[in-house]
């Protein structure tokens, strides 16, 4: 407790501060994906590059999404009708060892894309950027001094400070989420002031962008795939003179300030099958409404008010080096170099949880392989929700870092999917239940992807009730889990009793499957096995609370015994497949046979020692490399294998620039501005480290409340607060020397569980509400 208490004082007097959770840069930003800083509202996501005569705030909206039904008037989700029928020659080949036949026949197996829209992905889509708000202001002298870019990730305001001829700027920028709103504030010092323009513009053809008074902008839109239309609002207040000009832009003399308010929306919803009629004017007018009633201050105090409510509830601090008053950029570099800052490791992780709050909260869409940030109108992979991976990772530290209320708009997006999904279950598999594949866009694109090899996956539906089942294990919400969670859980496994199929050897086993990109069509892929086996095991536990289910339950519980099993291969490793034969000198990123290891529970150290020694020898083979994402995944196999040194080595692989001096050869790590980079960034990398960071202080899976279960050995000193486990309940530890001092369990409801530390166990009965303070000793 003193040296916590000592950390907070060190912030009081003003030296570097332990507790900046801040990112920091001294010049301005010129590359979207490397330099500029993202802000977010879970609508919109903005990039601002801080330019100190130009100002540039790039804006995408979530629901701006090229293809889909408007696309073409045949759109039906990808699928294809009839499909099913091809289903059972392709196993019958596959069962009669015809490999070329079967591979030649999946095709038929596979979605539909008809060219057209947008280029690449057809009429699939993809998210579309809205524009880009420029700031200017009129100074003949343009060099400039003192020059600083933040971003504060502790009240998610951003700050651009700077010296130009004679005056001194500081810009502001925050993105709201109760007002539905991107803020900046452009203040100066000059004794009258400055002159700036502001104009808004869009990448989009069908755009038009005007002034509507003195104060304000609307630039209305259509994009040119599916005419699907788009609207922002850009609204002003100044104590200068404003008026509005014939060119679309706003021109302000003489003003010691510029409140600027941006709304953005678009006409997409969430509806099958026609996905539109989102009152979008209203929308932004009713931001404007709220832009106007309230002054910035009190939209600032708003903004600081709902976003600390969540991010503060997690607090974590590691012992170390004063924070280093070096830019990010410089700190991550020597990082790189083997420099010890833990202050960067606690900033990175506290990071994700801000950029999860900033692009997912309730009523928004999912956040996207890029969050909400997207520049490019041909973004890599469609900015979609890809689900052999990415989608879940995102979502993986969302309960376990008490971000619960960020998971919701996954659990919605999956409900929304069944409608859709049921069509391409009843004509790929002739099932029932609901499927959806590995590549899904916002206009229910639940068939196959258009080629077998990464497009085919359906364990899709079953891997994202793994998130309806989880939502359920740390909150304890019974209602969530009867109403909402366990209908959708029980149609895939309705899905999975169908599409199961009877090998040579009498197992059930998934047929065709593929390992996620990676290697060729077979019977009975690991992951598919283990993903069936997790759905059908959650579905029975869940029937501990849904008692009128028996017959279901039994039956679920009959083709659960009956699937093909794990197997260890003659390395010693984990097969990926039925058959034995991978090969050890294999690095490929996709480690999709460990999901039982994490995020799955089936293999565990203290219930299956032996799968859990196979799956380590998988890893040692897989190698320490891999894509943003894939050292990210391998941060949470370490943990969940107790190797917290390992574990810390891949953190470190991800922490090294991927541009610039310093870069990796594969380009994968992170950005400047810490974004994870595939490369090009992906927020999976960002989410799936904070999930495995946490999950070397915490672990609940394995039926305990397990503390400090893979400390990193230089993580020797430190606290965490306000981490979730299982069962509802959030733990607080502090540890010293490597060893746990005290932790402090609260319970949000009655209940039991047992807590071990470095096989000390205890067993704790909690009233609701109640805290209990122990030390393991
Ligand atoms: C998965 C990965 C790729 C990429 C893509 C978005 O399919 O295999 O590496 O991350 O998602």
């Known amino acids: 407790m003193k040296r916590i208490l000592l950390i907070f004082c060190c912030c009081v007097s003003g030296v570097v501060c332990a507790n900046d959770l801040r990112l920091w840069y001294n010049t301005p930003a010129r590359v979207w994906m490397d330099e500029a800083l993202p802000i977010g509202n879970g609508y919109m996501g903005a990039m601002f590059f801080g330019g100190t005569s130009t100002d540039c705030i790039q804006i995408?909206?979530?629901?701006?999404?090229?293809g889909g039904p408007g696309a073409n008037k045949n759109y039906w989700g990808g699928n294809r009708k009839d499909a099913w029928k091809y289903l059972d020659r392709v196993r019958g080949l596959l069962a009669g060892g015809k490999m070329e036949e079967a591979r030649q026949l999946s095709s038929q197996l596979t979605g539909e894309i008809v060219p057209g829209g947008v280029p690449q992905y057809g009429d699939f889509g993809a998210q579309q950027p809205f524009g880009s708000l420029w700031v200017t202001v009129e100074k003949k002298d343009t060099l400039y001094t003192d020059y600083k870019r933040s971003l504060d990730i502790d009240n998610a305001i951003g700050e651009v400070t700077y010296k130009m001829g004679g005056t001194t700027f500081r810009n502001e920028y925050f993105a709201s989420y109760p007002a539905r709103l991107i803020v900046c504030r452009y203040a100066n010092d000059a004794a009258g002031g400055e002159n700036y323009t502001i104009a808004l513009t869009s990448p989009h053809q069908q755009t038009n962008c005007r002034a509507e008074g003195k104060d304000q902008l609307l630039l209305a839109g259509k994009l040119s795939s599916n005419q699907e239309a788009f609207e922002g609002i850009v609204r002003i207040k100044t104590d200068g003179k404003s008026r509005g000009?014939?060119?679309?832009?706003?021109?302000?003399?003489?003003?010691?300030?510029?409140?600027?308010?941006?709304?953005?929306?678009?006409?997409?919803?969430?509806?099958?099958?026609?996905?539109?009629?989102?009152?979008?004017?209203r929308v932004n007018r009713q931001a404007m409404e709220r832009a106007s009633r309230s002054g910035y201050e009190q939209l600032k105090e708003a903004h600081r008010a709902d976003y600390t409510a969540l991010f503060r509830r997690v607090a974590f601090e590691l012992e170390g080096d004063k924070a280093s008053d070096l830019p990010t950029d410089r700190r991550l570099l020597l990082y790189s170099r083997g420099a010890y800052d833990p202050l960067l490791e606690t900033l990175y992780f506290q990071y994700g949880r801000y950029l999860l709050i900033s692009s997912s909260r309730p009523g928004t869409l999912p956040a996207h392989l890029q969050g909400k940030w997207n520049e490019s109108m041909n973004p890599a992979w469609a900015c979609d929700y890809h689900l052999n991976i990415n989608l879940q990772m995102i979502y993986w530290?969302?309960?376990?870092?008490?971000l619960s209320e960020c998971h919701e708009p996954l659990l919605e997006y999956i409900d929304k999917l069944r409608e859709p999904g049921r069509i391409t279950a009843r004509e790929y598999f002739n099932a029932r239940g609901w499927s959806v594949h590995t590549m899904n866009n916002v206009y229910g694109y639940t068939a196959?992807?258009?080629?077998?090899?990464?497009?085919?996956?359906?364990?899709?539906?079953?891997?994202?009730?793994?998130?309806?089942?989880?939502h359920f294990c740390f909150t304890g919400d019974r209602q969530f889990l009867q109403e909402k969670a366990y209908p959708i859980l029980r149609e895939v496994g309705e899905f999975w009793l169908d599409y199961l199929c009877r090998d040579k050897d009498g197992t059930l086993v998934s047929s065709p499957s593929y390992s996620p990109e990676h290697g060729d069509i077979a019977v009975g892929a690991t992951i598919d096995q283990e993903i069936a086996w997790d759905l059908f095991s959650n579905l029975m536990a869940a029937a501990d609370y849904i008692p009128t289910d028996q017959a279901f339950t039994d039956t679920i519980r009959r083709a659960r015994e009956q699937l093909s099993p794990l197997k260890i291969g003659r390395y010693g490793q984990l097969q990926e497949w039925k058959e034995d034969v991978d090969d050890p000198a294999d690095e490929h990123r996709h480690v999709s046979h460990l999901y039982a290891l994490y995020p799955g529970n089936q293999i565990t150290v203290q219930t299956t020692p032996r799968l859990a020694e196979a799956a380590r020898r998988t890893l040692v083979y897989r190698g320490e490399g891999g894509t943003g994402w894939s050292l990210a995944w391998k941060i949470n196999f370490w943990a969940r294998l107790r190797d917290g040194n390992q574990a810390y080595k891949m953190l470190r692989n991800l922490l090294t620039p991927s541009v610039g001096e310093g870069r990796r050869s594969s380009g994968s790590g992170s950005y400047h501005n810490l974004l994870c980079a595939h490369p090009p960034f992906q927020l999976d990398g960002n989410m799936g480290a904070v999930a495995g960071i946490a999950e070397l202080l915490l672990q609940s899976h394995a039926a305990t409340i397990d503390l400090l279960p893979a400390l990193p050995v230089c993580w020797h000193t430190g606290y965490i607060k306000g981490l979730k486990a299982r069962g509802g309940y959030t733990v607080d530890m502090d540890w010293k020397d490597g060893f746990?001092?005290?932790?402090?369990?609260?319970a949000s409801q009655a209940g039991q569980c047992?807590?071990?530390?470095?096989?000390?166990?205890?067993?704790?009965?909690?009233?609701?509400?109640?805290?209990?303070?122990?030390?393991?000793?």
């Open 60 to 66: 995408a909206e979530e629901g701006i999404w090229a």
């Open 245 to 281: 000009e014939e060119n679309g832009t706003l021109k302000i003399c003489g003003a010691k300030y510029v409140e600027v308010y941006v709304s953005v929306a678009s006409a997409y919803r969430n509806h099958f099958p026609d996905y539109t009629g989102n009152d979008f004017h």
């Open 754 to 777: 047992k807590v071990t530390y470095q096989g000390i166990t205890r067993d704790l009965t909690f009233r609701a509400g109640e805290s209990q303070k122990i030390e393991m000793k």
């Open 740 to 746: 746990l001092q005290c932790a402090t369990i609260t």
């Open 448 to 470: 196959p992807g258009w080629d077998f090899n990464w497009g085919y996956a359906p364990n899709s539906a079953a891997w994202l009730c793994r998130h309806l089942w989880e």
């Open 397 to 402: 530290p969302a309960e376990v870092t008490n």
